[in-house]
């Protein structure tokens, strides 16, 4: 069976098995534990902040839908506008509770958290200093579940949850379910000798095609470097022409030292999570605890929703934009040389003419019933999981960053 390289840096062994098994074949491992930590006493990028206190005097992606294809997202006060959009996984089933809305990673909640988490404000809206300080970057919108992998879940057969083409069924999900922005935290990395082989994307294009016909806007995670994805490595779907690809800044000033490269105009997001919304009832975690230690909420993996709900801000906003106008505000708003996106900024720019599609688009759309059986035909490829939420650093990968 041929693997795909890991564009993760993480302490979680994923692995690859065949479409979701039945119920019964399903083996659920033992979640990991959190820590648990008060919001109060965590601080937000000072950049980010600054851009948001203004940008939510303008928008806060109220009416905008945003999907999370991820490990699930648990029910959190918080997040009063989560809604259902599937279970690719198939384990952790509950009488009363969707499996999409049960998260053993942990990974899919956070993610959900940066984008939507609605503040504790106190008497006033937006935030007014009387709650705790912890905010989403889009806090009015909705989020769409969609869990499509797992890494602790294992079936009788095989060993890992996860595909291009569960990644493309949870694609199409999403857009049937009413996303305008889809949040793709999850990646698969090639070396770029392999993107020329006979390997079939057929089904990840057509999805990616359909959503940009459709309107929604696509953000991935750039990956990070490891063993598994070294320098020069192709990251899916994040190097897709019609992907906004997202790397990684260790502070306001440096990027990431694991952070791999976009392939188009640099485009970064804070990723040290010192406070996610807890997996684990209605608090707040700081890490995960499994048994290999402690693992930060750490990596692209939390670069790219804070992208994500930037979009939402923007579809808010300029609810007639097409995807192609999305990313151009986006581009045009960012540091030229961090690139390290600014909310208020890409919401208050003057736009520049739209700059044109570099393709054309072949679109190609499966029908429903053949939806359901595309994963046959890429069984073997393995999409390894950007669960970058625990973090444990690849030899070689130091945890400082790199000035750029």
């Known amino acids: 069976m ?3 390289c890991a564009a993760i840096v993480t302490s979680l062994s994923v692995f690859v098995i065949p479409p979701p098994a039945a119920a019964q074949d399903v083996e659920a491992l033992v979640c990991p534990d959190i820590r648990v930590v008060d919001p109060a006493g965590t601080s937000m990028d000072e950049h980010l902040r600054t851009s948001l206190d203004k940008a939510h005097q303008i928008a806060t992606g109220n009416g905008v839908m945003v999907a999370v294809i991820d490990t699930g997202v648990s029910l959190h006060p918080r997040l009063p506008h989560l809604v259902p959009g599937g279970d690719l996984v198939g384990a952790h089933h509950s009488p009363d509770v969707p499996g999409e809305f049960i998260d053993c990673d942990g990974h899919g909640t956070i993610v959900a958290g940066i984008i939507a988490a609605q503040p504790n404000r106190g008497s006033g809206w937006p935030y007014d200093g009387t709650g705790d300080s912890f905010v989403g970057v889009a806090p009015q919108a909705g989020i769409i579940s969609i869990k499509q992998t797992s890494a602790y879940v294992r079936t009788r057969e095989d060993s890992m949850i996860g595909t291009l083409s569960t990644l493309a069924e949870s694609i199409h999900r999403a857009i049937d379910a009413g996303a305008h922005v889809i949040n793709i935290s999850v990646v698969s990395c090639l070396p770029a000798s392999d993107t020329n082989s006979d390997l079939s994307f057929a089904p990840l294009t057509d999805a990616l095609n359909h959503a940009e016909f459709q309107g929604v806007i696509i953000v991935a995670a750039a990956g990070n470097l490891s063993t598994g994805c070294p320098p020069g490595s192709v990251v899916y779907p994040a190097h897709s022409d019609t992907v906004l690809s997202v790397s990684a800044r260790f502070d306001s000033h440096t990027m ?35 048994q290999s230690g402690d693992s930060p909420f750490e990596g692209t993996s939390f670069a790219a929703p804070v992208v994500s709900a930037t979009a939402a801000l923007l579809k808010e906003r300029f609810p007639h934009a097409s995807p192609q106008e999305i990313r151009t505000r986006i581009f045009n708003s960012v540091d030229p040389a961090r ?4 909310p208020h900024l890409a919401l208050t720019q003057e736009l520049y ?10 679109l190609s759309f499966p029908r429903q019933e053949d939806r359901q059986v595309q994963h046959r035909s890429l069984g073997v490829l393995g999409a390894l999981v950007a669960l970058v939420g625990a973090l444990a650093v690849v030899a070689g990968v130091r945890r400082k960053a790199q000035s750029v």
Not at 353 to 360: G, L, S
């Open 2 to 4: 041929r693997k795909l």
């Open 256 to 290: 990431a030292e694991y952070s791999m490269p976009g392939p188009q105009q640099v485009l970064s997001a804070p990723s040290n999570i010192s406070a996610g919304l807890s997996p684990r009832g209605d608090g707040f975690a700081s890490h995960m605890i499994s």
């Open 339 to 342: 690139g390290a996106i600014d």
């Open 353 to 362: 003419p739209t700059i044109p599609a570099t393709h054309e688009l072949a």
